[in-house]
């Protein structure tokens, strides 16, 4: 689930909320109940990929090199030629 970051203009409020993106946004400010809570775009969170595969070092000429000598743990490397 997304977590969103919402701002209220009157109080200046800030929360972060987990939501289905299916839900509607909210509106009410939890702290001065004003009708002035928005969704703001914010630069925290992202996306991070984690595991073996990810990495452009996991598919370097090194590692198809090792590969050809039987090192590489499947056996076989799919970028090796």
């Given amino acids: 689930m997304p977590t969103y970051q919402y701002r209220c203009k009157k109080c200046g409020c800030e929360e972060e909320v987990f939501q289905k993106m299916s839900d509607d946004a909210l ?19 992202g996306f991070l990929l984690k595991g073996s595969g990810f ?25 090796a030629k």
């Fill in 27 to 45: 509106t009410t400010c939890p702290e001065c109940n004003a009708e002035t809570f928005e969704r703001v775009i914010s630069a925290e969170g």
């Fill in 55 to 79: 990495y452009k070092t996991d598919y370097s000429k090194q590692s198809c090199e090792s590969a050809s000598s039987g090192s590489c743990p499947t056996g076989s490397c799919p970028l």
